[in-house]
């Protein structure tokens, strides 16, 4: 049976999952002390990692997984009920998570160093959060369906998950609308995710 929704699916938690690990690598590490064009660079490469947790997973991922492969699972899988609820709940509050990162980050950048602890806080507390989250996804939630789900239920979730366009990862074309977001998160992100320094 053809489960390719699966592949794209933990494809591209393995990318948000290297996105989340950089992200709090450039975080600990602190904008350059010395030239201005440095601390903006520092402060424009955080926007465009956070756009992109914002624009990919929480507006086209999530609302996959909760529309199409959740319902799915939860009627041929009751077992796993609970936690598909809990995964529905952490998908409700994603988006405004991400904002208020976006608002907390934009504090420290304009208000200085007295707001760089509570957003050091939230991305910490973020990121664990979202790890969490895939994490009871793959150990739970996807082996029920590996196990339950039918050949048509294959055939629909695969035909959704295709035209998913992950601009981080190559599995298929990038769309060009996301050329300038991808270049600026892989020139200055630090490893896995770009050539940043570390």
């Not at 793959?138 to 789900?149: F, I, M, Q, R």
Request: aromatic share 8%; glycine share 4%; net charge negative.
């Amino acid at each position: 049976m053809n489960r390719k929704a699966l592949q794209v699916i933990r494809d591209e938690h393995a990318t948000l999952a290297a996105m989340l690990r950089s992200l709090i690598q450039m975080v600990r590490r602190g904008p350059e002390p010395d030239g201005r064009d440095e601390h903006e660079l520092y402060f424009d490469v955080l926007r465009a990692m956070l756009f992109y947790i914002d624009e990919f997973p929480e507006k086209l991922h999530h609302p996959k997984e909760t529309e199409l492969l959740f319902p799915r699972i939860a009627r041929a899988s009751p077992e796993v009920a609970d936690a598909i609820a809990q995964l529905d709940r952490d998908h409700d509050v994603g988006e405004s998570r991400v904002r208020q990162l976006m608002h907390l980050l934009m504090a420290w950048e304009y208000l200085g160093e007295t707001r760089r602890q509570a957003f050091e806080d939230a991305a910490n507390q973020y990121v664990d959060f979202y790890l969490r989250h895939m994490s009871l996804e793959e150990s739970v939630v996807l082996p029920a369906a590996e196990k339950g789900l039918s050949e048509a239920d294959w055939h629909a979730l695969n035909a959704a998950f295709a035209t998913n366009q992950d601009p981080l990862n190559a599995r298929i074309p990038r769309d060009p609308q996301f050329d300038r977001l991808f270049t600026r998160i892989v020139m200055k992100a630090p490893a896995p995710v770009g050539l940043g320094q570390e």
